[in-house]
Nanobody, 125 residues
Framework: QVQLVESGGGLVQPGGSLTLSCAAS????????MGWFRQAPGKERELVAS???????NYTRSVQGRFTISRGNAKNTVFLRMNSLKPEDTAVYYC???????????????????WGDGTLVTVSS
């Protein structure tokens, strides 16, 4: 069973920085995408940033130039460096691991999404 463990959330003043970390344990297919989603009170969960096992990154427009997603040297770890934080970045941040659908021999394996429990980021003075 795959588990995701997040860390690094907290309270920070506007303009400050935080780094979120996430580590996946268990049997994880080597071709995957890891990312961070966030959900603010009263809003839908949205993608913040993602990175493939090949290193391709994707960011939502509101965080481009401020956030950086990266994968660690350890297998299946991901970091989100958040700079110039704004009050509107306040949300619960969730780590996501996406395994694409694939064939193992002639057996089809459906894709899977795994989620962490979330870590709260509060940007406030």
């Amino acid at each position: 069973q795959v588990q995701l463990v997040e860390s690094g959330g907290g309270l920070v003043q506007p303009g400050g920085s935080l780094t979120l970390s996430c580590a996946a344990s268990g049997s994880v297919f080597s071709i995957n995408t890891m990312g961070w989603f966030r959900q603010a009170p009263g809003k839908e969960r949205e993608l913040v940033a993602s990175v493939t096992s090949g290193g391709s990154t994707n960011y939502t427009r509101s965080v481009q130039g401020r956030f950086t997603i990266s994968r660690g040297n350890a297998k299946n770890t991901v970091f989100l460096r958040m700079n110039s934080l704004k009050p509107e970045d306040t949300a619960v941040y969730y780590c996501n691991l996406n395994i694409p659908p694939r064939y193992i021999g002639s057996t089809y394996k459906a894709g899977m999404d795994y989620w962490g429990d979330g870590t709260l980021v509060t940007v406030s003075s």
